[in-house]
C-alpha cells in the first residue's frame, strides 16, 4: 500500500489549478477542516473558533498529543506493579514522584483542552470536573500516605482505586464512556429484576432452612448443613451461578430423593429464567440506550457537516455550493495523507455530473466519504518480468506459475500441515523428527518463495493480504527463533526453555494456515476479526472493573495468603501459610497461587472469579483468613462483571453477528463502489484474495485502454480500486451501521441543544418500557 | 366465568330467526367449519371432504381421542420406571402386556387418522411412516427380548429409546415438532463452528502436550498433568464448560506464572467468544426457520378460510358474501361453548355496517376472532346486597367495605406478611411462635372473608384472577394440612414429615403474595407467566431428549454404582460398591447416589449434567467404572443439551421478552376493543385488577343506559366485555403474533403446493447467509 500510495503521487493529476484564495478564506478554511475531522472522528467537543483557538484544537488531536496521554495513562495504570503489595517493589518516593508527574501531565492536557473548549462548556462537563476532583483527591492521598509513612503508620491509598477515572473520562476513549454510560441507564431496569431475583433466593433460603434444617444432615466435609440462614443464602447464590452444583444438593439428596425437586426447581427458576431474563432486560435496554447515543452522534455529524458548509459555499445559480478546488482543499487539510487518485474518486462521486462544485447534499457525505477505506491498487508488473522478460515469460517459468496458482497447491500444503501436525505430537526427543522440522521449515520457505515469485510481491504484502503477512511472519520467526536456540544448543549443550515455548506456539500457529484453505471457516474467522476491534471496548471497560476490584482487594486481602514453592515441604506451604486455612476447600484444592500479593496475581484471580466456577471455594478462603464479610467482596464482583458486563458482551456479539449476517453496504459505499465499475477501475476481492490479481490484469487493462478520450480517466489509468467495506475502519464506525439506517438521510437533525438531551424514550415509541409492556 | 357464560346464556338473544337451511347445505357447513376449525387451531391436516370422512375428522380432533392419545403416550412412556432396571420393578410378562396395549392404541389412532386424509397425502407423510417403523421396531425388539429371557440370556431393550417417537410424530404435538424441526435446519450452520470449534480446542491441545507435557507436572491429586493428548482435550473441552476451571490451570500456574496467559487466552477465545458465537447462529438460525414455519401456518389458515368461504358463500349484488344465519351458525358449529353475547360481539365486528351478512375480507377473520379470549363479565350486585339490601348498604358495612378497598388494607397485610416471614424464620419448637402461626393463618382467612364480603364473589374468583385463586388455595390447603397435623401430633405426639414439609412450603409461598403489591414487580411476574405455555414446549423437548438419554445410559451404566445409606458404614459405601472407584474424585464426593439405576435418578443425573457444574467429576466417575469411552456418552449429551437445547431457550426467553417489550395488539383485536368500546361494554383491566368493579359499575351503568334505542344493543345490557389480549391461549397465537406482522393482510398466498414446500431462504432475501456475510 505504501508503494501503491508513493507511486501514484508521482503523476499526480492537477487537470483544474486550484484558484488562489485570499488569506481570510485560509481561516475559514481551517475551521470547516476542523468541523469535518470532527464529523469523520465522531469527536463531540465543542470548540471555540478564533484563530488561535483552532490551530490549538489541531494541535489538541494530533496523533502524538493524544499518544502522549495514552502514554501517561498507562503509566499511571503500570504504578500499581511497584507500588506495595508489588510485583517488583519500588521505593514510595520513586513511584510517588512518578505519579505526580502523571498528574501534571492530566493536567496539562486538561488545561489545553480548557484553552480550546467555551469556558461555559469547560465548567459544565461533568468529564473535567470528575478529572481535577481525581488529580486533588490523589495528591491528598499521597501528603496524607507520605506523611504517615515517614512517622511510620501504614495507612491505604485508596486513591490508587480512582486511577481508571483518567482513563474514562479522557476525551478520546469515547467507546468506553459510552459502554459505562450504557450500563448506567440499564441500571434501573435491572435492578427490580434484580430484587425480584433476591426475593426468590431468600424464600428458597427460608424454605431450605425450614426443611433441611432440623434433620442433622452433613455435608461431606461433616460440616452443618443448612442450619444457618445467612449461609443458606450464600449457597444458594452459588448455586445460581452452578458453582456448587451437585455438591450442595448431595446431602439431602441422599437423605430423601424427593428433596431433588426442591433443587431441580431452584435451579429452573432461578438460574435459567432468572439468568435469562436478566441477559434478555441487559440486552434490550442497552441497545436501546446505544441506539439513543448512535442517533445522537449521527445528528452531531450533519450538524457539524452543516456548519463546515456554511462556512465555504458560494452561491451559483440558486443554490448554495462548494466549489471543486476548495473541496479539494478542505479535504487535503482534513486527510493529508490521502492520495492523489483516492482524492480524485471521491470528488467524481461528490461532483456526479462534473459541474465543477460539489452541492450540499454530496458535501455532507464527505466525512462518510474519508472513514471509508477505499485501496487504491497500483498494478505493476512483476518485478522480475521487468528485469528479465525472457527468462520470466519462458515456458519452465509460466508452468511454475500456472502451479502455484493451481488449487491442487494449495491442497498440497494443507496435507503438508497436517503431516507436520501429527510429527508435532509425536516425541520430540526422537532425532528423525527434529530433522523433519527442518524439512517442513524449508517446505514453507519454498512455499512463499514461489508465491512471491508468482505474485507481484507488492499486492502479496498489500495491506489487507492479513493471512500473507501471517504465514510469513510466522515462518521467518519461527526459523529464527529455530535457529537461535540450535545455536544454543550446540554451544552450550543447553536449549533454552523460553526459545523453545516460542518455536513451540510458532509451530502450532501455522496449522491455523488450513482454516483459510476452507472458505466456510475463512467466512466465519473473518467475521470474528472484523468484530474483534469492538471487542476491544469491552477489553477497555474489564480493565477498569478490574483494576479497581484489584486494587481494592489488594488493600483488603494482600499476604494474607501465600504461595509457597510446590517442592518445599514447609508444614505452612500445604495451609498456604495461614493456619486459619487448615482443613479448608481453599487448601486441599492447592489455590495458594490465587492471591491478591501483586497486581498480576490479582488479575489471574479475578479472571478466574469472571469464569465462575470454584468462585465459593476462593471467596471461602479469604473469608476465613479474613471475616465473613469478605465474601460481599466476591458476591459483588460477581454481580458487576458476570451479570452486567459479561452480559453486556453477549448482547454485542449477538448484536454486531445479527449485523454482520444482513449487512448491506451503506449508501455512500454503495455510492463509491458503483462509480468505481463505472469508472472500470473496480476489481473483485476474491480476484485479490486469490493472488489472480495479475490474470484479472491482462484483460480488464486492453478493456479499459479502449476508451480513454476523457483526460481525466487517463489520470486513473494504471490505478485500480477496491472497498474495504467489511472491516470497520473505527469502532464508532461499526456502531453506526447497526443503527444509522434508521435515520433519514435528508433529514438536518433538531438543534444542538436539543441533541445533547436525547432520551432513549424519545426515540422508541413503539418500544414501551417494562412497566408497559404487560 | 362459567357463572357468567350461564347466566349471558339465559337471555340469549336471538334478533333476527336464522333461515332454515336445506339438507345438503348441512354438509357444506360441517366441512367448512372443519376449514375453520383447522384454522383457529393451526391443524396442518389434509382431510377427505367426504360426509362420512368429515364426520370421522370430527371424531378424529375431539379432545376425548387426544386425552387418550396423550394418556396411552405417557402411559409408555412411564413404562421405563418398572422395566429392569426399575424403580417399581414389575415383570416382564406385564410392562410387556401394557406396552403393546399402548402400541394397539396408537396404531388405531393411525388407522383412524389414513381414513380422514387422502391416501396419497398419508403415505408421502413421513410421520405416519415413522409411527409404523418404531411399532414395528418395538414388536420385534419385545418378541427377541422375549424369547432370549425364556432361554436366560440377557439383552438390551433397545427400542425403549425410540418411545419418544411417538410423543413427537403424533399431530398434536405441533409446537415440540416445529422446535425439532427448527434444531435439525439449525445443524448445518451450527456444525461449521462447530468443527473450528474443535479444531481450535485441538490445537490449543497440541500446544498443551508440548509446553506441559514434558514438566514433570503433577495435578492436586497426584496423577501426571497434561501428558496424553486425549486426556488434555477431554480436559480443555471441559474447561470450556468452566466445570474445572481454575483447577486444570493450576499445576502450570504454580510452575510459572506466565503460563496463565495460554489458560487465560484459551478461555477468551473458545468459553466466551466461541460460546457467545454458538448462540448468536443458533438464535439467528433459529429465528429464521421459526419465521418460515409461522408463515407457512399463516398461509395455510388463509387458505382454509378461503376454503371455507367458497363454501358458504352467496351472491349479493356484485360481491360475494356469507349471510348472517349461516356465519351464526358456522361459528356456534366451531366453538359450541361460545356465549350468545360472545357471538353477538364477534357479529358486530365482523358485520360493521349491520347489512346482515359478513363480505369476504371480514369472514377470514374468523379463525382469528375466534382466538382472541374475550371475558364476558356479566355485572351483577353483591348477592348480600340481593339477600339484604338493608343490612349491606348500612353505615357500618360501608364503611368496611370502603376500607378493604383501601390501599392501607393491602400494606397492612404486607406488613403482616413480613411480620410472618421473620416468625417462619425464627426457631418452631417455640410455643409461642408455634401459636402465633395460628394467629396469622386466622388473619389471613379474615382477610379473604372480608374481600369476599366486598367483593362480588364471581367476579372475584373470575377465571382470570390468577392471585386470588392463588390466596385462597394456599390458604385453605395451609389451614387443612395444619389442622391434620395438629390432629395427628396430639393423637400419636408425632408429626408426619410429609405433613409437615408441606405446611411449611405453603406457608412460605405465602409470602409471594408481596410481590403482587409491588407493581414493578407483580409485571415482571406476569410477563414470565405469559411466556410459561410457550416454555412448556421446551419442557417437551426437553423430555424427549431426557428420556432418550436416560434410556441409553440405564442400560449403559446401571447397577455399576450402587448407593448406600450414609449411615451403614460398609466398607464399600464409601466407593459407591465399586473398587473401580477407590481415590476417585466420584467417590471422594459422595456422589454415588447419581446413578442410572432407575429413570428417576437418571433423570436428576441428567439435570445435574445440564446444569454442567463438576460433569466431568460424574463422567470420569463412570468412565472408570466402565471404559473411558463412556466420557463420549457425556460429551454428546454436553454437546445436544447445553449447545443446542440451552441455547434455543435463551434465544426464546429472548425473543419473547422482546415481543413482550415491543408488544402490540394485532389488527384484529384492535377491532374487537373498538367495537366494544363503541357500544360501551368495555372495562379497563386495571379496573379489574384492583377490584373496583363495582365502584365503575355503578357510573358506567347509569351512563349506558342512557340511549338503548337500538334492541340489539339491549341485548348486550348488563354484560361487560374485556379483551384478555394479554395472555397467549395457545403457544402458536405467541409465536405467530411474533411474526404475522409481516404479511400483508391482503395477501392470498401462493398455492398449497408451494406453500408446503417453503423454504427459510425464500422470505429472507435481505438476510444472506453466513457465506456471503463476510
Request: charged share 20%; with cysteine; net charge neutral.
Amino acid at each position: 500500500m505504501p508503494g501503491a500510495r508513493r507511486a501514484a503521487g508521482v503523476r499526480r493529476p492537477h487537470p483544474q489549478p486550484p484558484e488562489e484564495p485570499p488569506a481570510r478564506e485560509e481561516q475559514d478554511l481551517l475551521l470547516a477542516a476542523a468541523y469535518v475531522s470532527d464529523a469523520q472522528y465522531n469527536r463531540n467537543i465543542p470548540f471555540e473558533t478564533s484563530p488561535q483557538a483552532i490551530r490549538l484544537y489541531y494541535f489538541y488531536n494530533h496523533w502524538t498529543m493524544q499518544a502522549a496521554t495514552y502514554f501517561f495513562i498507562c503509566i499511571d495504570l503500570s504504578l500499581a506493579l511497584f507500588e506495595e503489595p508489588a510485583l517488583f517493589p519500588l521505593p514510595f518516593l520513586a513511584t510517588s514522584i512518578v505519579e505526580v508527574l502523571c498528574l501534571t501531565a492530566f493536567l496539562g492536557r486538561l488545561v489545553h483542552f480548557a484553552k480550546v473548549t467555551p469556558q461555559m462548556v469547560f465548567w459544565k462537563d461533568t468529564k473535567n470536573i470528575c478529572i481535577m476532583l481525581t488529580i486533588v483527591l490523589t495528591l491528598i492521598d499521597l501528603i496524607v500516605y507520605g506523611s504517615l509513612e515517614a512517622v511510620n503508620i501504614h495507612s491505604v491509598r485508596w486513591s490508587r482505586a480512582l486511577r481508571p477515572v483518567f482513563l474514562i473520562n479522557f476525551p478520546e476513549s469515547r467507546q468506553i464512556r459510552r459502554a459505562f454510560r450504557s450500563i448506567r441507564n440499564t441500571l434501573p431496569d435491572i435492578l427490580y429484576v434484580f430484587l425480584l431475583f433476591l426475593f426468590s433466593v431468600l424464600m428458597f433460603s427460608l424454605m431450605a432452612l425450614k426443611l433441611f434444617g432440623d434433620r442433622g444432615l452433613k455435608t461431606v466435609e461433616g460440616s452443618p448443613y443448612f442450619t444457618n440462614i445467612l449461609d443458606i443464602a450464600f449457597e444458594l447464590y452459588v448455586l445460581v451461578t452452578t458453582a456448587n452444583s451437585p455438591d450442595v444438593m448431595m446431602p439431602a439428596y441422599d437423605f430423601n430423593g424427593w428433596y431433588s425437586l426442591y433443587f431441580i426447581t431452584y435451579i429452573i427458576i432461578n438460574t435459567y429464567i432468572f439468568m435469562s431474563v436478566f441477559l434478555a432486560v441487559v440486552y434490550n435496554n442497552y441497545r436501546k440506550h446505544l441506539k439513543n447515543e448512535i442517533r445522537k452522534l449521527a445528528y452531531l455529524k450533519r450538524h457539524k457537516m452543516i456548519e463546515a458548509f456554511n462556512l465555504l459555499k458560494v452561491q451559483v445559480g440558486t443554490e448554495f455550493v462548494v466549489k471543486e478546488a476548495q473541496w479539494r482543499r478542505l479535504a487535503k487539510v482534513v486527510a493529508p495523507d490521502i492520495s492523489s487518485s483516492h482524492l480524485e474518486l471521491l470528488l467524481r462521486v461528490s461532483d456526479e455530473g462534473q459541474k465543477g462544485h460539489v452541492d450540499k447534499m454530496n458535501f455532507l457525505r464527505l466525512a462518510d466519504l474519508l472513514n471509508i477505506q477505499v485501496v487504491t491498487i497500483n498494478i505493476k508488473r512483476h518485478p522480475l518480468e521487468a528485469w528479465m522478460p525472457r527468462v520470466y515469460q519462458s515456458s519452465a517459468s509460466l508452468l511454475v506459475q500456472r502451479m502455484v496458482r493451481h488449487r491442487v497447491f494449495v491442497w498440497v500444503y494443507d496435507v503438508i500441515i497436517l503431516v507436520n501436525a501429527i510429527f508435532i505430537a509425536l516425541d520430540e526427543r526422537n532425532p528423525f523428527i527434529s530433522y523433519a522440522e527442518w524439512l517442513f521449515l524449508s517446505l514453507y520457505i519454498i512455499e512463499i518463495l514461489l508465491k512471491l515469485y508468482t505474485y507481484e510481491p507488492r499486492s502479496y504484502f498489500g495491506r489487507r493480504q492479513f493471512w500473507n503477512w501471517f504465514d510469513v511472519l510466522i515462518i521467518i520467526a519461527a526459523l529464527v527463533a529455530t535457529v537461535a536456540n540450535t545455536t544454543i544448543q550446540s554451544a552450550r549443550k543447553y536449549s533454552s526453555q523460553q526459545i523453545l515455548d516460542i518455536v513451540l506456539i510458532l509451530r502450532i500457529l501455522r496449522l491455523l494456515r488450513v482454516i483459510v484453505s476452507i472458505e466456510r471457516f475463512r467466512v466465519i474467522v473473518t467475521t470474528l476479526i472484523n468484530i474483534g476491534p469492538a471487542m476491544l471496548t469491552f477489553g477497555g471497560l474489564v480493565l477498569v472493573v478490574y483494576y479497581v476490584f484489584a486494587i481494592i482487594g489488594m488493600e483488603a486481602f494482600h499476604s494474607k495468603v501465600q504461595f509457597f514453592d510446590p517442592n518445599f515441604t514447609a508444614p505452612d506451604a500445604l495451609v498456604c501459610g495461614n493456619p486459619a486455612l487448615k482443613d479448608s476447600a481453599f487448601a486441599r484444592n492447592r489455590y495458594c497461587k490465587n492471591n491478591f500479593n501483586d497486581l498480576a496475581s490479582a488479575f489471574i484471580l479475578l479472571m478466574e472469579l469472571t469464569v465462575v466456577n470454584q468462585w465459593h471455594v476462593l471467596a471461602g478462603g479469604f473469608a476465613l483468613v479474613t471475616h465473613q464479610a469478605a465474601k460481599l467482596y466476591f458476591v459483588g464482583f460477581h454481580i458487576v462483571v458476570v451479570i452486567l458486563i459479561v452480559n453486556i458482551f453477549i448482547a454485542f456479539i449477538l448484536e454486531a453477528f445479527f449485523v454482520a449476517y444482513s449487512l448491506e453496504k451503506s449508501e455512500v459505499e454503495t455510492a463509491i463502489e458503483k462509480k468505481i465499475q463505472e469508472l472500470g477501475v473496480g476489481i473483485q476481492e476474491e480476484a485479490v484474495q486469490d493472488g489472480k490479481l495479475v490474470d484479472n490484469m491482462d484483460t480488464r487493462d486492453s478493456g479499459f485502454s479502449g476508451d480513454d478520450g476523457d483526460n481525466k480517466r487517463k489520470a486513473l489509468k494504471g490505478l485500480y480500486f477496491r472497498i474495504a467495506s467489511k472491516k470497520y475502519r473505527t469502532v464508532d464506525a461499526l456502531l453506526q451501521q447497526m443503527f444509522e439506517s434508521e435515520i433519514a438521510p435528508e433529514d438536518e437533525g433538531p438543534p444542538l441543544d436539543e441533541i445533547l438531551n436525547f432520551s432513549p424514550s424519545d426515540i422508541c415509541p413503539k418500544n414501551p418500557s417494562f412497566e408497559n409492556s404487560a
